[in-house]
């Protein structure tokens, strides 16, 4: 039976997109073992809460210790999901372990989310260490927000509409505004949103793939290559837009009593003079 194993397991993206995933996955009939790693202990009855069938939640560090408790359940046909954030320092290291310990084949595979690194001198280390490691036709790099429901629908309404693909283009399209709202706060990422900012969490990936998806040519094929190669034609070219258009700001010093809740009272934030 296939494994699948989340690090990261007792993070805010396990438990509110992964494992609800998951649970789906099983109730239409997938079966596989799915195993979460985290630092963190959770409690059973948030582990039942998963809803999972089939399912280990497994607490240690990300080291030979921790990670040698995999070795009791797994094989190395297993996808492995790093839910967490991407310093290539814990991700080099898991993978070199887990290595070690042969549970990784030609067979596993590696889902990373984005953030992918934290620029692109770090991006370019991760892919060139998968690279040496002969992992790299075994590496998936995820955003989660292309799973939504209406980014997806952009796909269908741009190239397989056939009003709107021959109305998508200048002559009838003045401009484009992207606008991404959240009805929820930061709640428990804290310690994660500190550390990667906006820019990272939002602009470099979540917005700038919609940008992509409303602005590229329609594709020769709607296979991988050929659809990922429109979108970098959209970011070869030379637009303003990444350097003097976009507005950056934080809140000013000031009396914010007014706000019943502000960013630094969130859980882990570092407050800074």
Same mark, same amino acid.
């Given at each position: 039976m296939?494994?699948?194993?989340?690090?990261? +397991? /007792?993070?805010?993206l396990a438990k509110n997109y992964l494992f609800p995933a998951l649970k789906n996955l099983q109730a239409s009939g997938h079966q596989f073992n799915c195993y979460g790693f985290a630092r963190s202990n959770l409690d059973q009855s948030v582990i039942n809460n998963f809803g999972l069938t089939n399912f280990t939640y497994i607490s240690g560090q990300y080291d030979l210790t921790g990670l040698s408790q995999l070795s009791s359940y797994i094989t190395s046909d297993?996808? %492995?999901?790093? +839910? =967490? !954030?991407? #310093?290539?320092?814990?991700?080099?290291?898991i993978i070199t372990i887990l290595s /070690?310990? /042969? =549970?990784? @084949? @030609?067979?596993?595979? =590696?889902?990373? #989310?984005? !953030?992918?690194? /934290?620029? %692109? @001198?770090t991006a370019k280390k991760l892919m060139d260490f998968f690279d040496q490691k002969n992992l790299t036709q075994s590496v998936f790099l995820v955003d989660h927000y292309l799973t939504k429901n209406l980014v997806k629908n952009i796909i269908s309404l741009r190239f397989a509409n056939p009003i709107f693909s021959h109305l998508w283009n200048k002559k009838y399209i003045k401009e484009i505004n992207i606008t991404a709202t959240e009805t929820q706060g930061i709640n428990n990422r804290g310690n994660y949103y500190d550390q990667t900012g906006a820019i990272r969490d939002m602009v470099q990936n979540h917005l700038l793939q919609l940008l992509a998806l409303i602005t590229m040519d329609s594709p020769l094929s709607f296979n991988y290559s050929d659809f990922v190669a429109k979108k970098v034609d959209i970011f070869s070219q030379n637009y303003s837009f990444f350097a003097s258009s976009w507005s950056i700001s934080k809140l000013p010093s000031g009396n914010w009593s007014r706000f019943s809740f502000s960013y630094r009272n969130f859980c882990q934030i570092k407050v800074k003079n």
């Open positions: 296939k494994n699948f194993v989340i690090f990261g +397991a /007792s993070g805010d297993t996808i %492995y999901y790093f +839910a =967490l !954030p991407t #310093e290539i320092n814990l991700i080099k290291n /070690s310990l /042969s =549970l990784i @084949s @030609s067979k596993t595979k =590696l889902v990373i #989310e984005k !953030p992918f690194g /934290s620029n %692109y @001198s």
